[in-house]
């Protein structure tokens, strides 16, 4: 029974490991920065509007399982899975252990754009939500402030800088071709990617003015898209009716105008 348990428990340890290995590299210490406390709070203030007037059953966050971007779901059932870190679900995001059709809400905070295969968890989301489920994304705008600075000799070593930015109307394919329908979208945090909160409040004027002038170059956006599927229709058999002779009609009302003559 001890060689039984510590070989489970060995296979245990090196499924950990390697789910490790695929977490995104940086993005604890990112989030409590000054620079991820600024995206985060445009975040959160975008999820709680779209989500909070949802109902269903089961809510599910993929990704930041430090951040409960949840709380304000009225769904009772939410529950993080992700591949390290306080999660309820520890597991391959391209493999999700969940049912088919059994999900009706699924938040997923800069999740594509740091995987190797974003196609992949996008297939399995669509797999594991229902018909007119809600899919929330939010990612790093590649046409942004945000996205020159990858260009920079080092914009590409930490994070944010080292994901694969994916644009919006690049999502949107993607999303279409999965039979989802994208209703609504947002950009917000038009500074720059600047370290410094004082520096940061600076370009507070920024804000306003790309919500008018310049809506697209945001350099984060947000995309809510409900999973459609199409409805069979029922083909009835054409039942033949026997008509009586048009003749024989006649005859018979001719027949009942004599006797009455009678």
């Known amino acids: 029974i001890l060689e039984c348990w510590n070989s489970d428990d060995l296979k245990h340890g090196l499924i950990v490991e390697e789910l490790q290995k695929m977490s995104i590299t940086g993005i604890d ?14 975040e959160q203030e975008k999820i709680n509007a779209v989500i909070a007037d949802l109902f269903g059953y089961n809510a599910l966050q993929l990704g930041l399982p430090k951040l409960d971007l949840l709380a304000q779901s009225r769904i009772l059932l939410r529950q993080t899975a992700g591949e390290s870190g306080p999660v309820n679900v520890l597991c391959d995001l391209h493999e999700l ?13 800069h999740v594509l754009e740091f995987n190797d295969d974003p196609h992949q968890i996008l ?17 790093f705008n590649p046409l942004s402030l945000w996205g020159l600075r990858r260009r920079l ?24 071709l999965l039979s989802f329908e994208v209703e609504r979208g947002n950009f917000g945090c038009y500074a720059p ?28 956006y947000l995309l809510r898209a409900v999973k459609r599927v199409h409805g069979m229709r029922l083909i009835m058999p054409r039942w033949k009716q026997k008509r009586m002779a048009r003749k024989s009609l006649t005859i018979i009302a001719q027949k009942e105008i004599d006797q009455s003559g009678q």
């Open 123 to 139: 297939r399995e989301v669509e797999r594991i939500l229902i018909p007119d489920g809600q899919l929330v994304i939010t990612g």
């Open 153 to 176: 000799p080092k914009g590409r070593k930490v994070f944010p800088g080292n994901g694969n930015y994916i644009s919006v109307l690049r999502l949107k394919d993607w999303l279409q």
């Open 193 to 220: 990617p600047l370290k410094k909160a004082r520096r940061i409040r600076h370009w507070h004027f920024m804000e306003a003015a790309g919500d008018r002038w310049w809506s697209f170059a945001g350099g984060v």
């Open 29 to 42: 210490g990112w989030v409590a920065s000054a620079q991820g406390r600024y995206v985060m709070a445009w």
């Open 97 to 109: 252990p969940i049912a088919n059709a059994s999900v009706d809400l699924v938040v997923m905070p």
